[in-house]
């Protein structure tokens, strides 16, 4: 099972919206409703954003929200602050393995 | 307050063999799966495996099928990951997860394993 496929880097300025892509198979995000995005600061702990395509859990940000289009899912951040520099990385549930993590974004604010 | 606490980090020659912990507290332990999360030095996470601690069932990753073993205790709320015999290769950060609705909602602060000779 490959990673699925995000984009190396994704960078925007403070106030603007930015969207990270997600892109698996239909095996994976294509096939079911398990799409989760994670943050991860430099040394430390990857912290759940996003569950179920859609849901944040309680204390994530409004501005962080999550979609999903055939095998394709995306993060969007909508009023980019300084705080959100960081790596972004997806998951899904698959059909056989069951996990597979996404290669990874890192996200520069400018 | 829902927590995973790891066993800190480890320096061992390759060859040697290892077993790092994960020790939850603050829910019911015993009904969660527990995920483990490989990340290599400056590189992407990478998903290993998963331990059912009521019932020590697993599910691995294929690409590190036989290289690690999954187990639990649940009589002390604490799930391990071990090696038999390291590899330089295995020098990297370890992370524990529960999993919560096929997510890992909330994660260990990670153990470092350095295998050097």
């Known amino acids: 099972q490959s990673a699925l496929t995000q984009p190396a880097s994704v960078s925007g300025s403070p106030g603007q919206s930015i969207t990270i892509s997600c892109t698996g198979t239909?095996?994976?995000?294509?096939?079911?409703?398990?799409v989760s995005w994670y943050q991860q600061f430099p040394g430390k702990a990857p912290k759940l954003i996003i569950y179920?395509?859609?849901n944040r859990p309680s204390g994530v940000p409004d501005r962080f929200s999550g979609s999903k289009s055939g095998n394709t899912a995306s993060l969007t951040i909508s009023g980019l602050q300084a705080e959100d520099e960081a790596d972004y990385y997806c998951?899904?549930?698959?059909?056989?393995?069951?996990?597979?993590f996404g290669s990874g974004t890192k996200v520069t604010v400018l | 307050e829902v927590q995973l606490v790891q066993s800190g980090a480890e320096v061992k020659k390759p060859g040697e063999s290892l077993k790092i912990s994960c020790k939850g507290s603050?829910?019911?332990?015993?009904?969660?799966?527990i995920g483990w999360v490989r990340q290599m030095p400056g590189k992407g996470l990478e998903w290993m495996g998963l331990?059912?601690?009521?019932?020590?069932?697993?599910r691995y990753s294929p690409s590190l099928q036989g290289q690690v073993t999954l187990s639990a205790d649940e009589s002390i709320n604490t799930v391990y990951l071990q090696w038999s015999s390291l590899k330089a290769s295995d020098t990297a950060m370890y992370y524990c997860?529960?999993?919560?609705?096929?997510?890992?909602?909330?994660w260990g602060q990670g153990t470092m394993v350095t295998v050097s000779s």
């Open positions: 997860g529960r999993i919560f609705h096929r997510s890992f909602d909330v």
């Open positions: 603050g829910y019911s332990f015993s009904n969660s799966w």
């Open positions: 331990v059912y601690p009521s019932d020590s069932d697993t």
């Open positions: 239909s095996s994976d995000v294509g096939g079911y409703n398990y």
């Open positions: 179920e395509v859609t």
């Open positions: 998951t899904s549930y698959t059909r056989t393995i069951p996990y597979v």
